[in-house]
């Protein structure tokens, strides 16, 4: 195989990886429980399901075994990819078979928190691949794949699935999806990773203690908790505030669905152009972008421009292009920062594990914020967090 072709069948790899990582995370936070739901499942258990996102906070804990364990004969990071991408495959396939009702709602609340731990996992082996094997504009490509490709498997698993549910029934709809799980490991087999580089890259033991001994870690682990605010937060609570102003669930997730596809197909790409030229340019860039998107919501807060379609639609576009700029941007140096250490998969990892974290505070501080002083002040506020 050529060079050429190889590299691009490597980031056709990473993108369809990416997507099918997001794959579950829509299903699990999404879809699952509004089925659960309808089927009559209590609130009581549906409350559970959240615990399933758990591993990726978690997989920081295990991710030394990533980088410290594989097979010659697979590859350093074909060794885990394989496993995990077929685990997250028989997890879809035994829940299309499980009928979402209260005896068996357990049950598929554990089937989810397998597959999202398979997810979860691959997603270190994922990492560690671009970012040993990826440099520069490639990298930041890889990076806007990231970003695009996990939004994507979201949307296709969540408000995907709630879409075509009622018309193909839980279990032809669940198999469908399943596809993408094996297309993508068809991908692997067919891509043949460089057996001598995966053995040369493993003098010494990946240890999570060693992350923080790098020089300029502590920035970027601050960087890190900040920057996935600006989409969480703005995507918790622009929705909350169209809801109280009796928007529709249906113009809501109408709203939810553009802010998604702008940050795949404009965001991504501007940042990743950004990105391989000016890198600290780019995420400047971004920031002032989301700036400009709080202020358009804290002004249609004030009422200050009519809360209609126009408005909406622009502030929606600003805050997720800002967002995808500051995604790609931070995630290529995060990325950048992995590769030029010993133990990318560990490095990457924690940082990324900070970032989940961080997303899920800020998009509560968001919430409260708007709750305690009012939609048009918490839009003030939270711009310097973007």
Not at 62 to 87: E, K, T, Y
Not at 268 to 277: K, M, T
Request: glycine share 12%.
């Amino acid at each position: 195989m050529s060079q050429s072709r190889d590299d691009r069948l490597l980031m056709v790899l990473i993108g369809a990886l990416y997507f099918s990582q997001g794959l579950p995370m829509g299903l699990a936070m999404e879809a699952l429980p509004v089925i659960m739901r309808q089927n009559g499942v209590p609130l009581e258990i549906l409350a559970f399901i959240p615990l399933a996102g758990l591993p990726w906070i978690l997989k920081i804990f295990w991710a030394p075994l990533v980088d410290n364990h594989w097979s010659l004969r697979l590859g350093r990071r074909r060794s885990w990819i394989i496993p995990m991408q077929s685990v997250l495959l028989l997890s879809m396939m035994a829940l299309a078979f499980i009928p979402a009702v209260s005896s068996n709602a357990l049950l598929m609340i554990v089937i989810m928190a397998i597959g999202m731990c398979a997810s979860a996992t691959q997603d270190t082996a994922t990492d560690g691949l671009a970012a040993e094997r990826l440099r520069a504009g490639a990298l930041s490509r890889a990076n806007a794949l990231q970003i695009a490709g996990m939004m994507g498997g979201f949307m296709v698993g969540g408000g995907g699935t709630l879409l075509f549910i009622d018309t193909l029934g839980q279990r032809n709809l669940l198999l469908i999806l399943s596809l993408i799980p094996f297309a993508s490991i068809l991908l692997v087999l067919a891509w043949k990773e460089d057996a001598l580089q995966g053995a040369s890259i493993g003098h010494g033991k990946a240890r999570l203690s060693d992350c923080f001994r790098r020089q300029g870690i502590w920035p970027l682990l601050l960087l890190a908790f900040l920057y996935g605010g600006a989409h969480a937060g703005g995507a918790s609570v622009t929705k909350l505030f169209l809801v109280d102003l009796g928007w529709t669930n249906r113009d809501a997730g109408l709203v939810a669905t553009l802010g998604g596809l702008v940050l795949i197909f404009i965001g991504s790409p501007v940042g990743s152009r950004l990105a391989a030229d000016r890198l600290w340019t780019g995420l400047t860039t971004g920031v002032v972008v989301v700036m400009l998107g709080f202020g358009a919501w804290g002004l249609l807060a004030l009422h200050a421009i009519p809360v209609g379609w126009p408005g909406v639609v622009a502030a929606t576009v600003l805050l997720n292009v800002g967002s995808g700029i500051i995604a790609v941007c931070a995630a290529t140096l995060v990325m950048a920062f992995g590769g030029a250490g010993k133990q990318a998969g560990t490095d990457v990892t924690l940082l990324q594990s900070i970032n989940v974290t961080g997303e899920m505070l800020l998009a509560g501080v968001v919430v409260w914020l708007a709750a305690s002083i009012g939609y048009s002040a918490m839009s003030c506020l939270s711009q310097p967090d973007a």
